[in-house]
C-alpha cells in the first residue's frame, strides 16, 4: 500500500511533498490502519477456521446421535409390528395411543417376569425329579441285580446236580429260565444305562473311534459267520468314550440281532463335511418295516418278532446322539438289510 500511496502523491501534489513532517505522518497512519486491519482479518479468518471445525465435529455427532435414535426408532416399529397393537391407535388419527401402549407394555414386562420365575422354578424341580430317577434307578439296579444272580446260581447248581435225570422237556425249560434271567439281567442294565447318559456333563476329550469300535469288537460275542468291517477311516472325535462306546455298541449289537443270512455282514464307515461327521453302521439282516422306523428309537419298544430285544438299545444310542445335538436315521429294506446313519457336529 505504502508505494502506491506515494506515486499517487507524487503525481498530484509533487515529488517535494512527499518531503512534508505532516504528511509523512498522514501516510504513516494510513499504513498502520492497514496493518490493524490485515491482523483483524486473520484472526477473523483463524476463529471462522475453528468455529468451522467445530460446527463438523458437532455436526458428525449429532448425525451419529440422529443415527442411533433412528435405529431405536426402527425397532419400536418394529416390536409394535410384531405385538399388532391395532388396538391402541387413534381412530381418528390412525397413531397410537402412547399412554395406553405404556400401561400395555409395563403390565407384559410383568407378566414376563412372572413367566421367567415360574420357569426357574419348574428347572428346579425338574433337576430334583431327574436326580431321583437316576438315584432310583441306581436302587432299582442294585436291588434287582442281586436275587437275579441268587436265581441263576441256585438254576444253575440243580442243572449240575440233576443232568443226568432230566429229560429234554427238563432241560428246555430250565434253558429257558436261564435266558429269561439274562435278559432280565440285560434290561436293568439299559435302564441304569439310559437314565444316567445325560446327568451331569463329564470332561470331553478326543476319543478315536476307530479304536474305540475295535475294543467293542473284542468286548462283544460276534458269531462265526458274521464279519464286521471297520472304516481305517473312522476319526477322532471330541467326546465321552462311555457315551460313544454306548452309542456304537447298542447299534452293533442290533446289527448283530438282526443277521438271519448264512453269511453275515456289518460295516462300519463315515463320510465327513464341513460341519459333522455322518457315520453309518450297515448290516444284511432281515430289515425293519418302514412303520417301525420312528418306534425303535422310543424306550421299551421293539419289534414285534424280536423277543431277545430289551427295548432299550436303540433308545440309548438315540439319547446319546441327542446329548451330543446329533442326528439318528435309518434306511432299511426287508429281507436286505438296514443302514443306520448318525449325523455328529464336529
Not at 152 to 178: A, C, Y
Amino acid at each position: 500500500m505504502n508505494p502506491l500511496l506515494r506515486r499517487q502523491i507524487s503525481k498530484h501534489l509533487g515529488a517535494d511533498a512527499l518531503e512534508d513532517e505532516n504528511l509523512q505522518e498522514f501516510i504513516k497512519a494510513v499504513n498502520g490502519s492497514y496493518e490493524t486491519h490485515q491482523d483483524q482479518f486473520n484472526m477473523q479468518q483463524r476463529a471462522m477456521k475453528i468455529s468451522s471445525d467445530e460446527l463438523f465435529e458437532a455436526n458428525e455427532r449429532l448425525r451419529e446421535e440422529a443415527e442411533g435414535q433412528k435405529e431405536i426408532l426402527d425397532s419400536i416399529h418394529l416390536a409394535i409390528a410384531a405385538l399388532n397393537l391395532k388396538e391402541y391407535e387413534d381412530r381418528q388419527t390412525g397413531e397410537l395411543d402412547v399412554k395406553n401402549l405404556a400401561v400395555y407394555i409395563k403390565d407384559q414386562s410383568e407378566d414376563l417376569k412372572i413367566a421367567v420365575t415360574k420357569q426357574e422354578e419348574l428347572f428346579k424341580s425338574l433337576e430334583k425329579k431327574n436326580q431321583s430317577l437316576s438315584d432310583y434307578a441306581h436302587i432299582v439296579s442294585h436291588d434287582l441285580k442281586s436275587p437275579l444272580r441268587s436265581i441263576n446260581s441256585l438254576v444253575n447248581w440243580i442243572i449240575e446236580d440233576n443232568f443226568e435225570g432230566l429229560n429234554e422237556e427238563g432241560k428246555q425249560h430250565f434253558n429257558l429260565i436261564l435266558n429269561n434271567l439274562e435278559k432280565m439281567d440285560a434290561l436293568i442294565d439299559g435302564i441304569l444305562h439310559y437314565s444316567t447318559i445325560d446327568e451331569a456333563d463329564i470332561v470331553q476329550y478326543q476319543v478315536d473311534t476307530h479304536q474305540l469300535i475295535l475294543e467293542i469288537e473284542e468286548l462283544l460275542y460276534i458269531p462265526d459267520h458274521i464279519q464286521l468291517h471297520i472304516s481305517k477311516d473312522l476319526p477322532k472325535i471330541k467326546a465321552d468314550k462311555f457315551r460313544v462306546q454306548q452309542l456304537f455298541q447298542n447299534l452293533i449289537q442290533n446289527a448283530i440281532k438282526s443277521i438271519d443270512k448264512e453269511k453275515g455282514s456289518i460295516e462300519i464307515s463315515v463320510e465327513s463335511t464341513a460341519l459333522e461327521w455322518r457315520f453309518s453302521v450297515t448290516d444284511n439282516g432281515r430289515g425293519i418295516s418302514q412303520k417301525h422306523h420312528k418306534k425303535i428309537f422310543r424306550i421299551f419298544e421293539k419289534i414285534e418278532n424280536d423277543q431277545a430285544s430289551t427295548g432299550i438299545g436303540l433308545s440309548i444310542a438315540k439319547k446319546v446322539v441327542d446329548y451330543y445335538n446329533g442326528s439318528i436315521s435309518l434306511d432299511s429294506k426287508l429281507g436286505e438289510g438296514t443302514t443306520f446313519y448318525i449325523n455328529l457336529p464336529k
